[in-house]
């Protein structure tokens, strides 16, 4: 009897690793003034000084956490280069703790995420049922235990909700009535905006130093150069066609210049071919991959919002049954998903936030191309769409906000 595994297409991949997120390439491409600007906020460190605490903001695929791993880890080395050449007492301990927090919707999530890296496993704090008092002490006690400089990197925090706490005990270093003692820390967020930052209250805003850094889309060029720099590291010299890489760099560039999401089709259009038993890959197992990538990062996306976008987004998606109810005329306007929405919380006892950032919350739904904006130059309002059935949203929201809007609302039958 043959071998499960006797057929399988091997000569596709020389190392699919490389064309996953936790791969850091020897080079960085197009991210030169990124990386000199992170490597002047961290420099303080090299002294043995406090950095400022840098945020790095840009849509999705930009390279802020792949820019992130690649400085930070040069920061370490230096450090340990530079300890052999001095004394035991003058030498410098130094940690980079990576929390990645895309799905924590609030700070109390992101400390207890980022506590439970580092903390031993029969001292890791459970999800919940603790005061935030305590579980910031926890965290920062343990990141007093990682040496004299810990860079603390919170990846894709823009979703959490309430931060205060955590960012006024980084921002106070040292002094009196904060948790650090002697230990410098530093503090990297990576978000699609800073728009996590506008609940900061007067205490945080007035001690926090940050040094923003923005990533912008890539271009048609650029990603390109990335794609074809990762897949002729990926695969092996016969195992994709060059039209292959090509629609994968023409798709991303359309993503608002998204290069991730180009390494994922290239990753999942050979996983397709290798399961196929074909090879090379080839555009159509490139449009494979594509169908698979978009469900995967759409459920990704949705789970990674915020109570209150979650909630939103749910609105959108009961507007839009509603609207395939009636007649071809009916369209969703952003006036009747915020009628929803309100209705929504008020049933579940959650704050509502203003007119203002409900709106920017369906602007980041368009620039995720989750919904699609529609103008209506006749009435001079937009209309809305979702890019994916309703049921599909509903399917995504985190499963306690999905039991919260059954019980409380009719937004989910």
């Not at 370490?76 to 004394?87: C, F, G, L, M, T």
């Not at 439970?116 to 005061?131: A, D, F, K, M, Y």
């Not at 805003?205 to 002729?232: K, Q």
């Amino acid at each position: 009897m043959a071998n499960l595994f006797e057929d399988t297409a091997t000569d596709i991949f020389d190392s699919m690793d490389r064309l996953r997120d936790a791969y850091i390439p020897d080079e960085v491409l197009h991210r030169e003034e990124q990386i000199s600007e992170l490597r002047m906020a961290l420099m303080p460190a090299v002294n043995g000084d406090t950095p400022s605490h840098p945020f790095l903001v840009g849509p999705n695929g930009t390279g802020k956490t792949l820019v992130t791993k690649h400085v930070t880890s040069q920061l370490k080395e230096y450090i340990e280069e530079q300890n052999e050449e001095k004394p035991p007492e003058d030498q410098q301990e130094v940690s980079i703790v990576y929390t990645n927090c895309s799905d924590c919707t609030s700070g109390y999530a992101a400390s207890i995420r980022a506590a439970n890296q580092i903390l031993p496993e029969e001292q890791r704090l459970s999800e919940t049922g603790h005061s935030s008092r305590v579980v910031n002490k926890r965290l920062f006690n343990a990141l007093n235990e990682q040496g004299d400089i810990v860079v603390l990197v919170l990846d894709e925090i823009g979703g959490a909700d309430d931060l205060n706490d955590l960012f006024y005990q980084a921002s106070r270093g040292t002094q009196p009535g904060t948790y650090l003692d002697g230990t410098k820390l530093c503090v990297i967020c990576t978000a699609n905006n800073l728009s996590f930052r506008d609940n900061f209250n007067s205490a945080v805003r007035s001690s926090l130093v940050e040094h923003t850094i923005e990533f912008p889309a890539y271009d048609a060029n650029e990603i390109r150069d990335i794609l074809e720099m990762r897949a002729e590291e990926a695969f092996t010299e016969q195992g994709i066609d060059q039209s292959a890489v090509e629609i994968a760099s023409a798709l991303a560039g359309k993503q608002n210049g998204d290069a991730r999401y180009g390494l994922d089709m290239l990753l999942k259009g050979g996983q397709y071919a290798m399961n196929m038993g074909d090879s090379p890959v080839t555009d159509e197992h490139i449009r494979r991959g594509k169908e698979k990538v978009d469900r995967t990062r759409m459920d990704s996306l949705i789970s990674t919002y915020s109570e209150t976008g979650q909630i939103i987004i749910a609105s959108l998606a009961h507007a839009m049954k509603q609207a395939e109810k009636m007649p071809e005329s009916a369209k969703v306007t952003g006036t009747t998903v915020l009628n929803i929405y309100e209705q929504a919380c008020e049933a579940t006892a959650t704050n509502a936030v203003k007119r203002q950032n409900f709106y920017s919350y369906l602007r980041d739904f368009s620039d995720n191309e989750v919904v699609e904006v529609i103008r209506n130059s006749n009435s001079n309002t937009n209309e809305y769409r979702l890019s994916y059935p309703p049921d599909a949203i509903f399917q995504a929201l985190s499963p306690n906000i999905q039991e919260s809007l059954k019980q409380e609302t009719k937004l989910i039958d």
